[in-house]
């Protein structure tokens, strides 16, 4: 099993849209920072539904100087998701702001956001398409994705189709 751990925005948007089961059946096991927790927490059905999710394991980072250095670009999730990742030795940090996924690649973490994780759900047989889902992310969630990228993630899914 690999060491997957997770910021705040892609679980979030996943759970908006009733797909969250998504990172369970890919991963089996997701590690969360305590601020992730408290991020996730926020909303009340969210956070019943997170209190009662035994595949999400929220751990406590104990290197606070790469914490602190990291909070002074990132907010306290992306941070802690970040500090995390590399104390644990993660295979993967899920993330999709790009001042964190920066930060991120820049002490080697092994990063995937949210369209990574469609490819991946697709390749799975988890879901039929990916145009679907992120339509439905644009509806209702603030999950953006530009015209170029999303035709970037079509053509990879085997979905690209000009009109």
């Known amino acids: 099993m690999i060491v997957v751990v997770s910021d705040t ?3 979030t948007n996943l759970y908006a849209i009733g797909l969250v089961s998504l990172l369970r059946d890919l991963y ?3 590690i969360i920072p305590r601020a992730v927790q408290v991020e996730l927490s926020k909303l009340p059905e969210q956070s019943a539904w997170l209190a009662s999710q035994e595949w999400i394991d929220t751990v ?10 990291l909070l002074k670009e990132l907010d306290q999730g992306e941070a802690e998701a970040i ?4 104390e644990i030795n993660a295979d993967v940090i899920i993330m999709d702001e790009k ?26 047989r988890l879901i039929k398409e990916v145009k679907p889902v992120i339509e439905k992310l644009d509806a209702e969630t603030d999950f953006y994705i530009g015209k170029s990228l999303e035709s970037k993630v079509l053509l990879l899914a085997g979905e690209y189709r000009t009109n």
């Open 9 to 11: 925005t892609t679980v």
């Open 28 to 30: 089996e096991r997701i």
């Open 60 to 69: 406590e980072i104990t290197n606070d100087g790469l914490l602190q250095e």
């Open 83 to 86: 500090a995390l990742a590399k």
């Open 99 to 124: 001042a964190g996924r920066k930060k991120a690649a820049s002490i080697g973490l092994r990063m995937i956001g949210l369209l990574g994780i469609l490819l991946q759900a697709k390749r799975r």
